[in-house]
């Protein structure tokens, strides 16, 4: 059974991304909304990190465990011997052998409110020898004769009596009991509001929360990551184009120059000057294709788990583009959303929540132990088990007991410093919480700072751009008409591609900065549209 389900408002884009996957090697192109299905499919570290939720869930129905009742049976037999003894003028008492079968069950467990109870079945059966004396008819020691008178008769009757010697013999016996009740203890103080089982079931409980954001942060880190990777895929395939259309100006520069330098209306250094601008130009587009290899295998790396089979001999395409929307931003709305939606201040909420649990726990071990107990129950004896168990069931032997025991440390030095160890450790999760609190509210600050600051440049490089484009026409002309050097001439050239790439540069920072902000707001699971949903 799955753990997570992860439902996305993009609906319909699985199907275009597989079939985009599956074909033959050719250009692969993907929107943005694409690439975050496909991460959160097949990303590797999410696939690893949704596992913790299930962990921690497997933790607490194994906390509940401590409420399971325990079954013990045993049963075992004893044999005993004894030897003959010899006692004062020679006389001997016979050896004797016991035997034991002896059964036991017992059904014992712990309720959530603190009670124990018990329920327990004992039966034993003891049978064999013991030592007696009888007469020894070949060792006659004397007779005695007694003369009656029988009134009835009127005659005397003679009785003789023989005494013989006495030797040692056995007497074989048997005998069995057996018993059933109930116990029950129930604390009434130490152990009765929480105990080590409810501790233990309430943190794990805690700890599933905390496993839940964990989740929640790296999913929202890992498409962070998507998206900002997929900008700068966009920034540096625009930045090749940038350097390729270099290329095209320089070549196009070296060519006209050529055909002045046929006709004599240009020095051979003017030529010489096109050729080493376009060189560059060249050597600058080789290093931005590597950069656009390297960033799209990162992009790649975060979009799937079989890299080698399906993706590495395949380029990557950009769908989208980098745009400048004009900024809505509130921060006072994005402190409120930074302090309740951030996983990274609800997993420290929880912290603190798990720290409350374990001083309450502290804080009832102080108490002294004091329980409450009752037994009650019934025996049975007989020659036989059937017999001892008849008389159980009779339920005409009953036994009970009932009482209180108290039980109070003198010093009590380990609770006493375990909560005080416990309660300093909460003072330090609060401030944690309260420094990540401020730092959280410092970063939307900055965050939102840099938006503007961004969006003013894009909106400068923007202008730039255009104005270098127009110059560079300006010179253009004004080089076929004489009027201007070839210097001048790649000097715009140069000016117009700086200008291009820091228009390019100043979008991939925008686009960034944006989806910094929602990361650091803890929105960005919802302003990506992709609803997560745990369970």
């Not at 497997?58 to 030897?83: F, I, T, W």
């Not at 008819?137 to 009785?159: H, M, Q």
């Not at 583009?321 to 921060?331: D, F, G, K, Q, R």
């Given at each position: ?87 004062g003028g020679a006389f001997t008492i016979g050896g004797s052998a016991t035997d034991d079968n002896s059964f036991s069950g017992a059904l014992n467990g712990l309720t959530p409110i603190g009670t ?6 004992n039966t034993a059966d003891t049978y064999g020898s013991t030592p007696t004396t009888m007469d020894d008819p070949t060792r006659p020691l004397f007779r005695t004769t007694n003369i009656v008178y ?274 300093a450790t909460m003072q330090q999760l609060v401030l944690g919480l309260k420094q990540l609190e401020q730092n959280t509210l410092i970063l939307i600050d900055n965050d939102i700072g840099n938006i ?84």
């Amino acid at each position: 059974m799955s753990i997570l389900r992860i439902l996305f408002v993009l609906v319909g884009m699985g199907s275009v991304a597989l079939a985009q996957t599956n074909a033959p090697s050719q250009v692969r192109r993907l929107t943005l909304q694409e690439c975050i299905e496909l991460a959160l499919t097949n990303n590797l570290q999410l696939q690893i990190d949704r596992y913790n939720p299930q962990i921690a869930l497997y933790g607490v129905k194994q906390a509940y465990g401590g409420y399971d009742p325990v079954m013990n049976l045993s049963g075992q037999h004893d044999h005993r011997e004894s030897g003959t003894q010899i006692l004062g003028g020679a006389f001997t008492i016979g050896g004797s052998a016991t035997d034991d079968n002896s059964f036991s069950g017992a059904l014992n467990g712990l309720t959530p409110i603190g009670t124990t109870y018990g329920l327990q079945i004992n039966t034993a059966d003891t049978y064999g020898s013991t030592p007696t004396t009888m007469d020894d008819p070949t060792r006659p020691l004397f007779r005695t004769t007694n003369i009656v008178y029988d009134v009835e008769g009127g005659t005397n009757k003679t009785i003789v009596t023989t005494s013989y010697a006495q030797i040692p013999g056995q007497r074989p016996f048997e005998n069995s009991t057996a018993s059933a009740g109930f116990t029950v203890s129930q604390p009434l103080l130490k152990n009765f509001w929480i105990d080590s089982t409810r501790l233990t079931i309430r943190v794990a409980k805690n700890r599933l929360k905390y496993s839940e954001q964990g989740l929640r942060q790296q999913i929202m880190q890992t498409l962070t990551a998507v998206e900002q990777a997929y900008y700068e895929l966009i920034y540096t395939r625009e930045s090749l184009l940038v350097q390729q259309k270099a290329v095209e100006l320089a070549e196009r520069l070296v060519m006209e120059n050529r055909k002045r330098l046929e006709v004599g209306a240009l020095a051979p250094l003017d030529l010489q000057s096109a050729e080493a601008q376009a060189a560059s130009t060249r050597a600058a587009v080789i290093a931005a294709k590597s950069q656009l290899d390297t960033q799209e295998r990162l992009v790649k790396s975060l979009i799937t788990d079989r890299y080698q089979e399906l993706w590495a001999n395949i380029p990557l395409e950009p769908a989208g583009s980098l745009t400048a929307p004009v900024p809505v931003l509130n921060l006072q709305d994005s402190w409120s959303k930074g302090l309740s939606m951030r996983p990274e201040i609800l997993q420290a909420k929880l912290d603190i929540e798990r720290q409350g649990i374990q001083l309450k726990y502290d804080r009832n071990q102080l108490l002294p132990q004091l329980d409450v107990f009752g037994t009650y129950g019934y025996n049975g004896t007989g020659k036989e088990f059937s017999d001892a168990f008849y008389d159980v069931q009779s339920l005409d032997r009953r036994y009970y007991s009932y009482g209180g025991r108290i039980s109070v440390p003198l010093f009590n030095l380990s609770a006493k410093n375990a909560h005080r160890s416990d309660k300093a450790t909460m003072q330090q999760l609060v401030l944690g919480l309260k420094q990540l609190e401020q730092n959280t509210l410092i970063l939307i600050d900055n965050d939102i700072g840099n938006i503007r600051a961004n969006y003013d440049q894009v909106q400068a490089t923007r202008a730039a751009r255009q104005y270098q484009e127009a110059a560079l026409d300006a010179e253009q002309k004004k080089l076929e008409n004489g009027k201007s050097t070839t210097y001048t001439v790649l000097q715009v050239q140069r000016d117009l591609t700086a200008a291009r790439g820091n228009e390019i540069q100043a979008l991939d920072a925008y686009n960034k900065s944006l989806s910094q902000l929602s990361l650091h707001e803890g929105s960005t699971l919802e302003r990506l549209g992709v609803k997560l949903d745990v369970k």
